[in-house]
């Protein structure tokens, strides 16, 4: 469950002047449980693609299906998380994440959510705070919160959009560390696709990556080492170092500077 299919996607917003596709012609197909990390620099229709697979909004032209059955809009089987701390500001933490289960299940009673939200809120290390409101919490808090509302919903499909962008990089890689263990500490787990343009993020994280220029992906790159992964390890390790530069010179030099880039120094062992 949670394997996603992409094919031939285009789209262009309804409020653009020019009629423009912000995507043209995406295909990817991505496994069930497979851990998707989307970089591009900034407009390049990361953002676009993730609310097509929320449901959010419908291709122009293609389709995206999940486990075969075309998209129909928005469900609770796929839970997001934005950059910008997206709790409901009236309602303490635990009520937030109380609030999720229960418009992912109706049939959950009230106190059964308070219990199963204070269960989740443990799992990322806030139950303590269970009763604060998001004014009384830090940005860092705040995602934790948001996560642990995303996973109550149980759905099959997570979706990040750049969610540790706006954290110091002490909370990021804390809650870096914590959403990898709280993906793979399952039996079965889900799909998810993460938005960042943190090369080091992507690399910490995904089983692959995909690289966007505008409007269409460039490249798919998998992403070998095992896991769990420490930064403090690979930095030393070749193949590490030959991933991070064909990164580098797929985001930072332009297209025909790139031409043939991605197989520049990648030691034998990489792949
Ligand atoms: N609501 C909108 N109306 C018109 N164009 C938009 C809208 N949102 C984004 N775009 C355009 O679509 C393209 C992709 O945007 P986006 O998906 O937000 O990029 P990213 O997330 O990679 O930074 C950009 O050119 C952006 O200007
Ligand atoms: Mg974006």
């Given at each position: 469950?949670?394997?996603?299919?992409?094919?031939?996607?285009?789209?262009?917003?309804?409020?653009s002047e020019t009629?423009?596709?912000?995507?043209?012609?995406?295909?990817?197909?991505?496994?069930?449980?497979?851990?998707?990390?989307?970089?591009?620099?900034?407009?390049?229709?990361?953002?676009?693609?993730?609310s097509l697979l929320?449901?959010?909004?419908?291709?122009?032209?293609?389709?995206?299906?999940?486990?075969?059955?075309?998209?129909?809009?928005?469900?609770?089987?796929?839970?997001?998380?934005?950059?910008?701390?997206?709790?409901?500001?009236?309602?303490?933490?635990?009520?937030?994440?109380?609030?999720?289960?229960?418009?992912?299940?109706?049939?959950?009673?009230?106190?059964?959510?308070?219990?199963?939200?204070?269960?989740?809120?443990?799992?990322?290390?806030?139950?303590?705070?269970?009763?604060?409101?998001?004014?009384?919490?830090?940005?860092?808090?705040?995602?934790?919160?948001?996560?642990?509302?995303?996973?109550?919903?149980?759905?099959?499909?997570?979706?990040?959009?750049?969610?540790?962008?706006?954290?110091?990089?002490?909370?990021?890689?804390?809650?870096?560390?914590?959403?990898?263990?709280?993906?793979?500490?399952?039996?079965?787990?889900?799909?998810?696709?993460?938005?960042?343009?943190?090369?080091?993020?992507?690399?910490?994280?995904?089983?692959?990556?995909?690289?966007?220029?505008?409007?269409?992906?460039?490249?798919?790159?998998?992403?070998?080492?095992?896991?769990?992964?420490?930064?403090?390890?690979?930095?030393?390790?070749?193949?590490?170092?030959?991933?991070?530069?064909?990164?580098?010179?797929?985001?930072?030099?332009?297209?025909?500077?790139?031409?043939?880039?991605?197989?520049?120094?990648?030691?034998?062992?990489?792949?």
């Open positions: 469950m949670g394997a996603i299919d992409i094919e031939d996607v285009c789209y262009a917003y309804p409020e009629g423009e596709f912000a995507l043209s012609d995406v295909s990817l197909a991505i496994a069930s449980g497979e851990f998707i990390c989307l970089i591009g620099h900034s407009g390049c229709g990361k953002s676009t693609l993730l929320a449901g959010l909004s419908a291709p122009s032209r293609g389709f995206i299906a999940i486990d075969g059955a075309p998209i129909e809009g928005p469900s609770t089987s796929r839970a997001m998380v934005f950059q910008h701390y997206s709790l409901f500001p009236w309602m303490t933490a635990v009520n937030n994440v109380a609030f999720s289960i229960r418009r992912a299940d109706r049939s959950v009673s009230k106190s059964d959510s308070l219990k199963r939200a204070h269960a989740y809120l443990e799992k990322v290390g806030m139950d303590g705070e269970a009763g604060k409101y998001p004014y009384q919490l830090s940005g860092g808090m705040q995602q934790r919160v948001a996560i642990a509302r995303a996973l109550s919903m149980e759905s099959d499909i997570l979706l990040l959009d750049e969610p540790f962008g706006a954290l110091d990089a002490k909370n990021r890689a804390e809650l870096q560390e914590l959403l990898v263990e709280l993906w793979s500490g399952v039996d079965r787990k889900k799909t998810v696709v993460f938005v960042t343009h943190d090369l080091t993020e992507a690399i910490l994280l995904a089983d692959r990556i995909v690289f966007m220029r505008p409007g269409r992906i460039e490249k798919t790159i998998p992403v070998d080492f095992p896991r769990p992964r420490d930064l403090s390890g690979l930095e030393h390790d070749c193949c590490y170092q030959a991933l991070r530069s064909e990164l580098l010179s797929l985001f930072y030099l332009d297209e025909e500077q790139t031409d043939g880039a991605g197989e520049k120094g990648v030691c034998d062992g990489c792949r």
